[in-house]
């Protein structure tokens, strides 16, 4: 054996040119940090290549916002517990995991969500998809809007275009076409419940292109997503319905995707409790040095920083202020997850449904509450109930500075006094998740597109993660294998 090129003990037979021995650096170990490295393990593999991946995280386990605990035969997530069908990537890495036969669609039955209405659940009418109805009955018949509010949105599909230039924020988009009822009883807690976020501040052009697109191209919301309905119907009909739900997770929780990756990954090469805290350049050796925290060194050819924003401007905040200056001025919220367990007889009334959301104006200590165990099988028990109510959010951030105590039961006067559940909890489980949730402001894409032109000047760096083109799993897994792939091409590393 001999030392040869910049990283590794090379086999003398497989001596190699200084240039030809890469290694790659990924940092963050959270669902976008393990796609980027999973990405660049298969694609080493599949093109034989010399190189090492390095994943370096900061905390001492793998997920980031990702954790499934399991108390007795209650399978609890701690934070998000389903992905995506629709955009293709989170399911096409199961796939090539091996995972397919893990994966479960979401109940067919009780699939109702509800909305907190001056202070009792009424039903989110069949067929309204987060801002528009695409069914006649269930809306005309629903006692969520009122009838003015109906007209209203009715209205819609006789409205021009709107005219507005750049970029607008969500709620002007809704209450310009469909009125505030639409706004206040719906979108926001629905829309702004996904980015835990206040439609006001987020940018639909970075959240909803598609809503924006609509407007665009058939001038009505309405009509246009009806047309969607009918041509999705016309192939349910023809026999080429989806396989899968909407959403979909895993029988072992979402920590299975996690599982699962990381055990692909190259033994040895994964360090936890590695924090690192600043990126250096040498352009003369074309090297990257990263310094941890612990006082640690690691060169590489490439770095993927798949981190939170706010990590990676502090990194690179020495190299490049002016990214690290963008980067940094990317809002985050925080939210939590209160899981309680019941028996079934503990339940005064049935209760059917995936969940249900809270507008603001309900004035509320939960934005939200999940029927987990309705919504998925295998949560709970037979004859138990799991539910998942989440606190906090942009809109409510004092909530989160509450102590364990005073948030279970600000959950449980809720449940009590919409779900009339009275009864102890089997158990609370409470999970914070600070900094979380990246907030698309208006103007949030053209920042991202500032930060890409400018990183670009700078070779072979990528980002990764929530903050910049999407916030779910499968936006996610996209963003570090878009970046995985990048990289390799700006590398152009050569096979054995
Ligand atoms: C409560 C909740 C529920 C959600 N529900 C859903 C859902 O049902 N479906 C869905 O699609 N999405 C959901 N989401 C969104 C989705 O979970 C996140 O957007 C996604 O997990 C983010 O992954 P990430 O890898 O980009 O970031 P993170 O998960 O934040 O991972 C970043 C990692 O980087 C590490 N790190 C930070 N700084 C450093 C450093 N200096 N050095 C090394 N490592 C560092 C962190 O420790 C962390 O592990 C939810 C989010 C939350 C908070």
């Not at 003990?9 to 940090?33: C, D, F, T």
């Not at 052009?205 to 191209?217: C, I, K, Q």
């Not at 006094?417 to 949730?437: N, Q, V, W, Y």
Request: some cysteine; overall charge positive.
């Amino acid at each position: 054996m001999v030392v040869k090129g910049r990283w590794q003990v090379v086999p003398e037979k497989r001596q190699l040119p200084i240039s030809m021995n890469r290694r790659i650096i990924v940092a963050g170990g959270g669902i976008s940090g393990l796609a980027a490295a999973y990405r660049l393990t298969e694609l080493s593999r599949e093109r034989n290549l010399e190189m090492e991946i390095l994943l370096l995280e900061a905390s001492h386990r793998l997920g980031g916002n990702i954790a499934t605990e399991r108390v007795g035969e209650f399978l609890v997530e701690a934070g998000p517990d389903s992905f995506i069908t629709e955009k293709p990537w989170a399911l096409r890495l199961c796939e090539r995991l091996g995972l397919t036969s893990r994966l479960i669609s979401t109940s067919t039955t009780n699939q109702n969500i509800y909305v907190v209405h001056e202070g009792s659940l009424r039903l989110l009418p069949e067929g309204f998809f987060l801002l528009a109805p695409t069914r006649l009955w269930p809306f005309i018949q629903t006692p969520l809007f009122s009838w003015k509010g109906k007209l209203r949105i009715a209205c819609e599909l006789f409205l021009p275009r709107g005219s507005i230039d750049g970029d607008e924020s969500l709620a002007s988009f809704v209450r310009r076409r469909f009125g505030s009822e639409v706004l206040e009883r719906v979108a926001q807690p629905l829309i702004g419940g996904i980015y835990a976020a206040d439609p006001e501040q987020l940018s639909l052009s970075a959240t909803m292109p598609r809503f924006l697109e609509m407007e665009r191209t058939r001038r009505s919301v309405i009509w246009a997503m009806w047309s969607e309905q009918r041509q999705r119907s016309g192939k349910q009909r023809a026999g080429s319905g989806a396989r899968w739900s909407l959403f979909v997770t895993l029988a072992g929780g979402m920590q299975e995707l996690v599982d699962s990756i990381s055990a692909r990954l190259p033994t040895g090469n994964v360090h936890l409790g590695t924090e690192i805290t600043g990126l250096n350049w040498d352009s003369g050796k074309k090297i990257w040095t990263a310094t941890t925290s612990g006082n640690e060194r690691f060169n590489a050819d490439g770095v993927i920083l798949a981190l939170p924003a706010y990590n990676a401007a502090q990194i690179l905040s020495a190299l490049d202020p002016q990214v690290a200056q963008e980067l940094g001025a990317i809002p985050y919220s925080s939210a939590g997850t209160v899981s309680l367990a019941y028996r079934l007889g503990d339940l005064p009334r049935g209760i059917n449904g995936f969940g249900f959301v809270v507008p603001a104006a309900e004035s509320r200590s939960i934005i939200a509450c999940t029927f987990s165990s309705i919504k998925y099988a295998g949560r709970a028990p037979a004859g138990h109930l799991l539910l998942r109510a989440f606190v906090g959010g942009a809109m409510q951030p004092q909530l989160l500075k509450q102590d364990d105590y005073t948030m279970e039961n600000g959950v449980r006067r809720e449940l009590a006094d919409l779900l009339a559940i009275k009864a102890e909890p089997l158990f609370c489980r409470i999970h914070r998740h600070t900094g979380s949730m990246p907030q698309y402001h208006v103007g949030h894409r053209e920042r991202i597109e500032r930060i890409e032109t400018h990183l670009a000047k700078l070779p072979a760096l990528a980002l990764a993660g929530n903050a910049y083109h999407g916030v779910g799993i499968a936006d996610c897994i996209h963003s570090g294998e878009e970046a995985a792939e990048r990289m390799l091409q700006q590398l152009k590393i050569r096979t054995v």
